[in-house]
């Protein structure tokens, strides 16, 4: 005697979303060679978003640490009239120093003179630095560090002593305190090397004297070519704007206050545009790593015919079928793109440490690369998902 088993709807075969894992952990494993290339593609292209992102935003933190000690650093010149450039007086500086919210302000002159390593000079118009007379207040306004020796000291005794900027120090071939240039047409000794001035970096080809030195030695006559301000905090702007009356009062259309920290804006900018170039390298790591998956999933179908078709002859239904397939292929890339992003978070975090940068790894970066391999692989996924979900059952029949 036999029995009909009827059932309803409610006793249909159904995939939990735990089977789904399990069946899709499991399906990967056949064809392991093809699945490691194929994720490799996706991990090159997450680990190139989060790299470029984690280096851009170790230089960007770099850049605004570094600019942080000059971002209240203005600088004034003037423009030339009539052909001659108009000199900002002495006097200027004391009216500057007396602003409020100035902290501190020095400034230097350009002088007519040329600095040389020997005194075989053949003529007065060979190539020589540039030497310009500073006040001795020059290096705290503009934070600058000395790298060897002292700044200008001996100056405030009329004595024939310079002080070398970074770039001066190394055409000159001169590192350390003692040597002597020629100046003028007399030897000044050295007293003393800047290091780099990140707020100022027209002064690392000046070799510098102070007043007193350039009075007695090279017909300073008094003024100033150009001025440093450091201001407070917040008050830059405020400061800005009262500059060109109190330089030159009466004048003040030619005079020009600029700041700092426009330099880090441009390299921000710069580093900008590089991470849209990289970025663009990453999507195409992308779109060939989707193909990869798309390939190996879509031969994963036809390897697999006689299993599907044995589900389907078991109760499972298509959407059964190509929803593994599908959650397949998305785990295929998310591993991909975990991978590639943690190698990315390595490698950003180790090109900054070597360069001594801010480490500064954005999180959105990594969550930001592993949901776009997700997304490659879910869209990669549809084609072989719907080829699986279309074998019939009586498939399992052609082997036999």
């Given at each position: 005697?036999?029995?009909?088993?009827?059932?309803?709807?409610?006793?249909?075969?159904?995939?939990?979303?735990?089977?789904?894992?399990?069946i899709?952990?499991?399906?990967g494993?056949?064809?392991?060679?093809?699945?490691?290339?194929s994720?490799?593609?996706?991990?090159l292209g997450?680990?190139?978003?989060?790299?470029v992102?984690?280096l851009?935003?170790?230089?960007?933190?770099t850049?605004?640490?570094?600019?942080?000690?000059?971002?209240?650093?203005?600088?004034?010149?003037?423009e030339?009239?009539?052909?001659?450039?108009?000199?900002?007086?002495?006097?200027?500086?004391?009216?500057?120093?007396?602003?409020?919210?100035?902290?501190?302000?020095?400034?230097?002159?350009l002088?007519?003179?040329?600095?040389?390593?020997t005194?075989?000079?053949p003529?007065?118009?060979?190539?020589?630095?540039e030497?310009?007379?500073?006040?001795?207040?020059?290096?705290?306004?503009?934070?600058?560090s000395?790298?060897?020796?002292?700044?200008l000291?001996?100056d405030?005794?009329n004595?024939?002593?310079?002080v070398?900027?970074?770039?001066?120090a190394?055409?000159?071939?001169i590192?350390?305190?003692?040597?002597?240039?020629?100046v003028?047409?007399?030897?000044?000794?050295?007293?003393?090397?800047?290091?780099?001035?990140v707020?100022?970096?027209?002064?690392?080809?000046?070799?510098?004297?102070?007043?007193?030195?350039?009075?007695?030695?090279?017909g300073?006559?008094?003024?100033y070519t150009?001025?440093?301000?450091?201001?407070?905090?917040?008050?830059?702007?405020?400061?800005?704007?009262?500059?060109?009356?109190?330089?030159?009062?009466?004048?003040s259309?030619?005079?020009?206050?600029t700041e700092?920290?426009?330099?880090a804006?441009?390299?921000?900018?710069?580093?900008?545009s590089?991470?849209?170039l990289?970025?663009g390298?990453?999507?195409?790591?992308?779109?060939v790593?989707?193909?990869?998956?798309?390939?190996?999933?879509?031969?994963?179908?036809?390897?697999?015919?006689?299993?599907?078709?044995?589900?389907?002859?078991?109760?499972?239904r298509?959407?059964h079928?190509?929803l593994?397939f599908?959650?397949?292929?998305?785990?295929?890339?998310?591993?991909?793109?975990?991978i590639?992003?943690?190698?990315?978070?390595?490698?950003?975090?180790?090109f900054?440490?070597?360069?001594?940068?801010v480490?500064?790894?954005?999180?959105?970066g990594?969550?930001?690369?592993?949901?776009a391999?997700?997304?490659?692989?879910?869209?990669?996924?549809?084609?072989?998902?719907?080829?699986?979900?279309?074998?019939?059952?009586?498939?399992?029949?052609?082997?036999?």
């Amino acid at each position: 005697m036999g029995f009909l088993v009827v059932r309803d709807r409610a006793q249909r075969s159904s995939l939990r979303l735990p089977d789904l894992a399990g069946i899709a952990l499991r399906g990967g494993r056949t064809s392991r060679l093809g699945a490691a290339l194929s994720g490799i593609g996706i991990a090159l292209g997450s680990g190139a978003v989060v790299a470029v992102l984690g280096l851009a935003a170790s230089s960007e933190a770099t850049i605004v640490d570094n600019f942080n000690q000059v971002s209240t650093l203005l600088s004034v010149t003037t423009e030339p009239f009539g052909g001659t450039q108009v000199a900002i007086p002495g006097a200027a500086m004391g009216m500057v120093r007396r602003i409020g919210p100035v902290v501190d302000a020095a400034g230097v002159a350009l002088l007519g003179a040329a600095a040389y390593r020997t005194d075989l000079v053949p003529t007065e118009e060979s190539n020589g630095l540039e030497v310009v007379a500073a006040d001795r207040t020059l290096a705290h306004t503009v934070d600058a560090s000395v790298q060897a020796g002292a700044f200008l000291a001996g100056d405030a005794n009329n004595l024939p002593v310079t002080v070398l900027g970074a770039v001066a120090a190394e055409r000159l071939g001169i590192d350390r305190p003692g040597d002597r240039v020629w100046v003028g047409g007399r030897w000044f000794y050295v007293v003393g090397v800047l290091a780099p001035v990140v707020g100022a970096p027209e002064l690392d080809a000046a070799v510098m004297v102070g007043l007193n030195t350039a009075r007695t030695y090279l017909g300073y006559s008094g003024g100033y070519t150009e001025l440093y301000v450091r201001t407070y905090p917040g008050q830059t702007a405020a400061v800005a704007a009262v500059l060109p009356a109190t330089v030159l009062p009466g004048e003040s259309a030619f005079v020009n206050v600029t700041e700092a920290s426009g330099v880090a804006n441009l390299q921000t900018e710069t580093t900008g545009s590089l991470n849209g170039l990289v970025l663009g390298l990453g999507s195409v790591s992308f779109l060939v790593g989707g193909l990869g998956v798309m390939n190996v999933m879509t031969v994963s179908v036809l390897e697999r015919r006689n299993e599907i078709a044995i589900r389907r002859a078991l109760g499972a239904r298509r959407r059964h079928i190509g929803l593994q397939f599908l959650a397949e292929s998305v785990l295929l890339s998310s591993m991909g793109g975990v991978i590639g992003a943690a190698a990315g978070v390595v490698a950003a975090v180790g090109f900054s440490t070597v360069e001594g940068w801010v480490v500064a790894i954005p999180w959105y970066g990594f969550v930001g690369a592993v949901a776009a391999a997700a997304l490659v692989g879910s869209l990669a996924g549809v084609y072989p998902a719907l080829r699986a979900a279309s074998v019939a059952p009586s498939e399992v029949l052609r082997s036999m």
